[in-house]
């Protein structure tokens, strides 16, 4: 198994300096390691929010033997770093892009999936009965510059046109008493759906739950050989083997290179880094003027992503970064620290209590796949959320699980946007240089602080 970044980013037995990791209480249920040989009906590579969703599906709704394999524990990769922003996403494709591709009708429904999928996530929190420390009705885009002013006044357009919400266009001189006052910020776009989360209080949820309904979760089990005989694949692990007729594969951006044959080439991880303050008090809040609980984002294509936790803390996040070593992480974080400066002026000497670092996944097309392979439809993949997995993969996982299943036709259960194979990116060993490339001209074109 190889990696196309530093090997340390995807060794699961070096500690993550995350608020997440250390605020969320620990595991309530013991997620043995895989030992001797087991047989299932579905194997389950990856205990993030994809394979969790798939394990508790395929137990509570479908009665499956369902067996979830995770090198680390739950939430050790991007399900327990991120944002904790659950909203619209999993493309990076426009309407227009994915309407052309596959139709007005099915770029409807996909875009009916991303609401579906936000209310998933806040649907078994309830059912389930777990905390996720919800926190902030709503998304809020910040235009950065002047000339994007006119760009969220046709987004708020096409948010009613396509998805029927109806939001709203703050100017410059409303977003100090709206509470979304920042440097460099012109207008802002309220949009009515979504809200914040505790990622690993959410991933932790969900494990503790699919083992509750009888999925069984074993962690510190890498997936070291696949191989396939007599219908059965064969996953072997350092301490056992697992057989299963049916393999989900939901590792995202933790994808290795030689997992599968039928996936190798076909995702591209890239670094998002975070940064979170001390507890700031309500003055220092007010006297920069961002107040507001509600998740938000900046109109740059590499874009800043920002929220108010509900300690107080604030928490920064951006895209960007081609070295993964541990030794880059300390000029990454000062990076960090000088964007917080520029865009919050008033908390420009504020302690940084936490940073951290992981990988989001990008496609080739630019949209999630939750697919079977076109040579094995016994391995179904559900990847590539490309920055939105908190939702997306949690809807993504319960499509996988109706899919082993055949719960309905497979073009039933997924939309056409989302419903095909990850394709191949062309000479996928020069990935890093396509990303090198993009950064560059991104930097460029969003004037990054």
């Not at 579905?42 to 709704?61: E, F, K, Q």
Request: with cysteine; glycine share 12%.
């Amino acid at each position: 198994m190889r990696h196309i970044y530093h090997p340390a980013a995807f060794d699961p037995s070096l500690p993550v300096d995350s608020y997440w990791a250390e605020s969320a209480p620990p595991l309530s249920v013991e997620l043995s390691k895989l030992t001797g040989d087991e047989t299932c009906d579905v194997a389950v590579i990856g205990a993030g929010y994809t394979g969790l969703s798939a394990a508790l599906h395929l137990a509570r709704d479908h009665g499956v033997d369902v067996r979830v394999l995770e090198r680390g524990q739950p939430g050790w990769a991007a399900s327990g770093r991120n944002g904790g922003f659950c909203c619209l996403g999993g493309t990076k494709a426009s309407f227009d892009t994915l309407a052309g591709r596959h139709g007005r009708d099915e770029a409807l429904r996909f875009a009916t999936t991303q609401v579906e999928a936000v209310e998933l996530v806040r649907e078994l929190s309830q059912s389930e009965g777990f905390d996720v420390e919800a926190y902030g009705e709503g998304e809020i885009e910040v235009a950065h510059q002047r000339r994007h002013v006119a760009g969220l006044e046709a987004e708020s357009v096409r948010m009613r046109e396509i998805y029927g919400l109806d939001c709203r266009v703050y100017r410059k001189d409303e977003l100090r008493q709206a509470g979304m006052a920042m440097g460099g910020g012109e207008a802002a776009l309220y949009i009515p759906l979504g809200f914040g989360l505790h990622p690993m209080k959410y991933v932790r949820g969900l494990a503790e739950a699919a083992v509750r309904r009888g999925a069984r979760v074993h962690g510190d089990s890498p997936v070291e050989t696949w191989q396939k005989s007599d219908g059965w694949h064969i996953l072997t692990t350092p301490g056992g083997t697992l057989r299963a007729k049916t393999v989900i594969v939901a590792t995202n951006g933790y994808t290795p290179e030689g997992l599968h044959p039928g996936l190798d080439g076909r995702v591209l991880p890239a670094l998002t880094n975070i940064i979170t303050t001390r507890p700031l008090s309500e003055a220092e809040r007010e006297e920069q003027g961002w107040t507001t609980p509600v998740p938000a984002f900046d109109s740059r294509t590499l874009l800043h992503y920002f929220r108010l936790l509900p300690d107080g803390r604030f928490l920064l996040g951006s895209r960007g970064g081609l070295n993964a070593a541990p030794g880059s992480a300390a000029g990454k974080k000062a990076d960090m620290q000088k964007r917080l400066a520029r865009m919050f002026p008033a908390w420009a000497n504020i302690e940084i209590s936490h940073f951290w670092r992981g990988f989001v996944c990008l496609a080739a097309d630019l949209v999630p796949h939750i697919a079977r392979l076109p040579d094995d439809r016994s391995v179904i993949h559900a990847l590539a959320y490309h920055g939105n997995g908190v939702s997306m993969g949690t809807w993504a996982g319960r499509a996988a699980a109706r899919l082993a299943v055949q719960a309905a036709p497979d073009d039933e259960i997924v939309p056409a946007v989302a419903g095909q194979p990850l394709p191949r990116f062309p000479l996928p060993g020069l990935r890093t240089l396509y990303l090198r490339g993009a950064y560059a001209a991104y930097w460029l074109k969003d004037e990054i602080l």
